[in-house]
């Protein structure tokens, strides 16, 4: 009877963070939707023990069905049958238990049905399940498609489309072709006003679609024909019940084998234009991309967990030389650094999940009515910080989640490569979290904006200015030097007035300012308690060592260097 | 017909599956304060399958019915997490003590007041007396017919139930007319998980008595949902004769408990013959160590 969210008081930790107070009372708009929902919570400590109770019951699923059918699933796999996607078995029984406890469209609008739960607890069920199943997590997690609709779509689309999410349909994004990956401007799907039918008619093939069956798929596709770039792209809603599209194979992975990757071929299929024609990739992919590496993050801090916990048990099990090998400085330092990295990523990921929630809800509420100057003042506050976190969270927790699936496995030895343990998917499942969603490199390309702007530098400058207990104050004034190199070096770098050399530097620019701002926050989550102190000592040492080498490298590069690293085609 | 209305047999129970050195008292008796109170694992069982027949015949009706102390309301709660429509708890001193006999007649008395029933589903038995004697003792109260070691409900069609049923010696499948008890074993699915949505509402359902005690402010809430008021029936409530009620009606009396631990003394080696292991299993089954 494992529970994966009474099992682990830090999640609780997090969810009770001072913010949540102003993000519920934002999101349930002053307590007001309890006359119209007998369900909706009378104050704050209702709906943060209603989150409370609802995360109990995903950890439960979690660690007593989704935990134990992750095997088999790996090994099953889905298939394609007549065109269409069979997941395997574990997998159905998965869906059916989540979609029984309710616990599809968690974060949508009560009057579609849903929970309407924040970012934070929802983002925290998807830590949760990834723990259990990193691959199962992709076809659970994507009912935040859901949001990009709810967020863009005419009312009458959402009435339509998000009661059915909050009742068991899953969802996709099919956004990638054979020729368009990270370049997105590339999509060449083909979306035709068909004049008789009055309706959009859609052709082409679409590759790397996971859950590319889903009930509901949110398509990407050119509605200028004659154009070739971002700016004829529109965003489409496929319903899978009016047919058209069908499942030509699925990708034969290294990891997250449950979870189907889909070639899919458009044959006509009928789909409803979401929003405004030609703002498909501007405006609505980049929004739903951002839900999605928030997604991926919290995937990546549940891999990190799932390796943390695989290691520990472990190492305190396995003996050698007449002893655990946990007693070993080899080994214990390993899973003490693990542990530092996944709190640190799991600080990160809530942090900013809140800034999301602020400014999302209040972007809601502004439809509903005009913002005042503060608030509007607040919604953009938080905004400019979900922008600059969640590429640096999706890149650092994805690329932790790696690393710490790497040494889990180490610490088996022998046993770790074989297929006898847990260890051994999850280290296969980890490896794509730093590539889709845009690779880590990408992620950085976005995050860059947060260092040259002074982005990240002000919000350090506001964790540097929060009271901590005396007795951490030593720790703070190492993350004071720590910032002052991180200056010197974005100085330097910029002062160059040369984008290649910006970009040249970006992820060592991109990860000091990361390792500072993690190292902050798990500061401050010291501050209140107390049981994080090692992580954050463990952490901010790590961090020391890092940040310091990636200045002494920036300190000796020049930018004629550059031309060292290029290579003739 | 479309509809059924079944009634679930649920108790609440000291969770003995994870027992620690205080979980007995020195007279033998079972030590409550320290072990956590859970709703009946094989009645979870049973509300699973009633729960199913409920997805099948959406517009029945699924109450549950459970005997205990004021906390027992947790048992109506944790049905109206998952599914149920509501729940009586049947609670009062005049009850305290009952043995199973005494028991079967409460809830007999009970369900005698709770109109028309199709099903009556409960688990085979407690985790703390192991008896499995009050679901068949009900049904004999009541006059109705039964069936036992249920696994899984295989067809409710008009007025007929069939089952499989799990015996020790193989599966049979059974088929019984309405209206019946049928006990649930521990081998049939797993209750499904709370729903969401229904703890968010059904966590503030309350009885008068815990109202009372928490001195609630939510007055307002009940009078505008008395879907969340948890229905509490006393002796008062039910047809009773007092000399069949708790522990004067109960003829059993516990002698002695005793402690025993289990371990083997000696070993002896078969080979792996067709005749040697006959033999062995005979007399595994003449010393009722198996079968």
């Known amino acids: 009877m494992a529970n994966y969210y009474t099992d682990n008081s830090e999640l609780k930790f997090h969810l009770n963070h001072p913010l949540?107070?102003?993000?519920?009372?934002?999101?349930?708009?002053?307590?007001?939707?309890?006359?119209?929902?007998?369900?909706?919570?009378?104050?704050?400590?209702?709906?943060?023990?209603?989150?409370?109770?609802?995360?109990?019951?995903?950890?439960?699923?979690?660690?007593?069905?989704?935990?134990?059918?992750?095997?088999?699933?790996?090994?099953?796999?889905?298939?394609?049958?007549?065109?269409?996607?069979?997941?395997?078995?574990?997998?159905?029984?998965?869906?059916?238990?989540?979609?029984?406890?309710?616990?599809?469209?968690?974060?949508?609008?009560?009057?579609?049905?849903?929970?309407?739960?924040?970012?934070?607890?929802?983002?925290?069920?998807?830590?949760?399940?990834?723990r259990a199943d990193a691959g199962f997590v992709n076809i659970w997690g994507l009912q935040d498609c859901a949001e990009t609709i709810n967020e863009f779509a005419s009312e009458e689309q959402k009435a339509k489309y998000l009661p059915r999410v909050c009742n068991g349909d899953t969802m996709a994004m099919d956004l990638t072709e054979p020729d368009a990956g990270s370049d997105l401007q590339a999509v060449q799907l083909k979306a035709t006003w068909n004049e008789e039918k009055q309706v959009w008619l859609l052709n082409g093939v679409k590759r790397f679609i996971t859950n590319g069956d889903g009930d509901i798929s949110l398509v990407l596709a050119r509605s200028e024909a004659g154009t070739t770039d971002g700016r004829g792209l529109s965003m489409y809603i496929y319903d899978k019940q009016s047919g058209g599209v069908t499942v030509r194979r699925i990708e034969h992975k290294m990891g997250i084998i449950g979870s189907p990757t889909c070639e899919l071929v458009f044959k006509d299929a009928p789909a409803e234009l979401v929003g405004s024609r030609k703002m498909g990739l501007i405006k609505y992919v980049m929004a739903l991309m951002n839900g999605a590496r928030l997604g991926i993050a919290a995937q990546s801090v549940g891999v990190c967990e799932a390796a943390y916990r695989e290691a520990m048990a472990?190492?305190?099990?396995?003996?050698?030389?007449?002893?655990?090998?946990?007693?070993?400085?080899?080994?214990?330092?390993?899973?003490?650094?693990?542990?530092?990295?996944?709190?640190?990523?799991?600080?990160?990921?809530?942090?900013?999940?809140?800034?999301?929630?602020?400014?999302?809800?209040?972007?809601?509420?502004?439809?509903?009515?005009?913002?005042?100057?503060?608030?509007?003042?607040?919604?953009?506050?938080?905004?400019?910080?979900?922008?600059?976190?969640?590429?640096?969270?999706?890149?650092?927790?994805?690329?932790?989640?790696?690393?710490?699936?790497?040494?889990?496995?180490?610490?088996?030895?022998?046993?770790?490569?074989?297929?006898?343990?847990?260890?051994?998917?999850?280290?296969?499942?980890?490896?794509?979290?730093?590539?889709?969603?845009?690779?880590?490199?990408?992620?950085?390309?976005?995050?860059?904006?947060?260092?040259?702007?002074?982005?990240?530098?002000?919000?350090?400058?506001?964790?540097?200015?929060?009271?901590?207990?005396?007795?951490?104050?030593?720790?703070?004034?190492?993350?004071?030097?720590?910032?002052?190199?991180?200056?010197?070096?974005?100085?330097?770098?910029?002062?160059?007035?040369?984008?290649?050399?910006?970009?040249?530097?970006?992820?060592?620019?991109?990860?000091?300012?990361?390792?500072?701002?993690?190292?902050?926050?798990?500061?401050?989550?010291?501050?209140?308690?107390?049981?994080?102190?090692?992580?954050?000592?463990?952490?901010?040492?790590?961090?020391?060592?890092?940040?310091?080498?990636?200045?002494?490298?920036?300190?000796?590069?020049?930018?004629?260097?550059?031309?060292?690293?290029?290579?003739?085609? | 017909m479309k509809a059924y209305n079944i009634i679930v047999l649920?108790?609440?129970?000291?969770?003995?599956?994870?027992?620690?050195?205080?979980?007995?008292?020195?007279?033998?008796?079972?030590?409550?304060?320290?072990?956590?109170?859970?709703?009946?694992?094989?009645?979870?069982?049973?509300?699973?399958?009633?729960?199913?027949?409920?997805?099948?015949?959406?517009?029945?009706?699924?109450?549950?019915?459970?005997?205990?102390?004021?906390?027992?309301?947790?048992?109506?709660?944790?049905?109206?997490?998952?599914?149920?429509?509501?729940?009586?708890?049947?609670?009062?001193?005049?009850?305290?003590?009952?043995?199973?006999?005494?028991?079967?007649?409460?809830?007999?008395?009970?369900?005698?007041?709770?109109?028309?029933?199709?099903?009556?589903?409960?688990?085979?038995?407690?985790?703390?007396?192991?008896?499995?004697?009050?679901?068949?003792?009900v049904a004999e109260k009541l006059g109705m017919l039964q069936i036992t070691y249920v696994e899984e409900v295989l067809e409710v069609k008009d007025k007929t139930v069939t089952v499989k049923r799990r015996l020790e010696n193989g599966v049979e499948t059974a088929k019984c007319p309405m209206p019946l008890v049928m006990t649930v074993n521990g081998s049939a699915p797993d209750c499904r998980a709370r729903n969401a949505k229904r703890i968010m509402k059904f966590k503030k359902a309350r009885t008068v008595t815990e109202l009372q005690k928490e001195n609630e402010d939510y007055t307002a809430l009940y009078n505008e949902h008395p879907d969340l008021m948890i229905q509490e029936w006393t002796v008062n409530d039910i047809e009773t004769d007092a000399s069949q009620l708790g522990l004067t009606g109960s003829p059993t009396k516990v002698k002695t408990v005793e402690n025993v631990v289990l371990q083997a003394k000696d070993s002896k080696v078969i080979s792996a013959a067709d005749d040697e292991i006959e033999a062995m299993m005979v007399e595994l089954i003449k010393s009722h160590t198996i079968g």
Not at chain 1, 55 to 79: F, K, Q, R, T, Y
Request: proline share 3%; charged share 30%.
């Open chain 1, 20 to 130: 949540m107070k102003e993000i519920v009372r934002l999101k349930e708009r002053e307590y007001t939707f309890k006359d119209e929902f007998d369900f909706a919570p009378l104050d704050y400590e209702d709906a943060i023990d209603s989150y409370d109770r609802v995360l109990e019951v995903v950890g439960e699923i979690c660690g007593n069905i989704v935990s134990e059918n992750a095997e088999s699933i790996d090994a099953e796999g889905p298939e394609v049958i007549d065109g269409h996607v069979k997941y395997a078995r574990g997998t159905e029984e998965n869906i059916k238990a989540l979609n029984q406890a309710g616990l599809m469209g968690m974060s949508l609008p009560y009057k579609y049905e849903g929970l309407n739960f924040p970012i934070v607890p929802y983002i925290m069920a998807a830590d949760i399940v990834s």
């Open chain 1, 314 to 569: 472990y190492a305190k099990e396995r003996m050698q030389f007449g002893k655990a090998i946990i007693k070993f400085p080899a080994v214990f330092e390993m899973l003490s650094l693990m542990k530092a990295k996944l709190d640190a990523s799991r600080t990160l990921l809530y942090e900013t999940a809140r800034f999301v929630d602020m400014y999302k809800t209040y972007m809601h509420i502004s439809e509903e009515r005009k913002l005042e100057k503060e608030e509007r003042d607040e919604m953009k506050k938080y905004q400019r910080l979900a922008d600059i976190f969640t590429p640096l969270v999706k890149g650092m927790s994805s690329e932790y989640s790696n690393q710490l699936a790497y040494d889990a496995v180490q610490i088996h030895g022998g046993s770790g490569f074989m297929k006898d343990y847990p260890v051994e998917r999850i280290y296969r499942d980890a490896r794509i979290t730093s590539i889709y969603e845009g690779t880590t490199q990408l992620q950085v390309v976005a995050a860059i904006r947060g260092v040259t702007t002074g982005g990240y530098l002000n919000q350090i400058r506001a964790y540097e200015a929060e009271k901590v207990s005396p007795t951490l104050e030593y720790l703070k004034r190492t993350l004071i030097i720590l910032t002052a190199d991180y200056e010197e070096a974005v100085k330097k770098v910029t002062a160059a007035g040369d984008n290649e050399f910006v970009d040249f530097h970006a992820r060592r620019l991109v990860e000091m300012a990361g390792h500072i701002i993690m190292s902050y926050l798990l500061l401050l989550d010291t501050n209140r308690e107390a049981s994080f102190l090692k992580s954050t000592k463990n952490y901010i040492a790590f961090a020391k060592a890092q940040v310091k080498a990636h200045a002494e490298f920036i300190r000796a590069s020049e930018l004629s260097d550059v031309g060292d690293y290029k290579f003739e085609m």
């Open chain 2, 10 to 137: 649920a108790k609440q129970v000291p969770d003995t599956r994870n027992v620690g050195k205080d979980a007995m008292k020195a007279d033998g008796t079972i030590n409550r304060a320290v072990l956590p109170a859970i709703f009946n694992p094989e009645d979870l069982n049973a509300l699973e399958q009633a729960l199913r027949i409920k997805d099948q015949f959406p517009e029945s009706k699924i109450n549950i019915l459970t005997m205990g102390p004021g906390r027992a309301a947790d048992i109506i709660r944790e049905g109206l997490y998952r599914g149920v429509d509501g729940g009586i708890l049947l609670t009062d001193r005049a009850f305290a003590g009952s043995d199973t006999l005494a028991t079967s007649y409460a809830i007999g008395q009970a369900l005698k007041k709770m109109g028309k029933i199709d099903m009556i589903i409960a688990g085979r038995q407690a985790i703390d007396g192991d008896t499995a004697q009050v679901g068949p003792q």
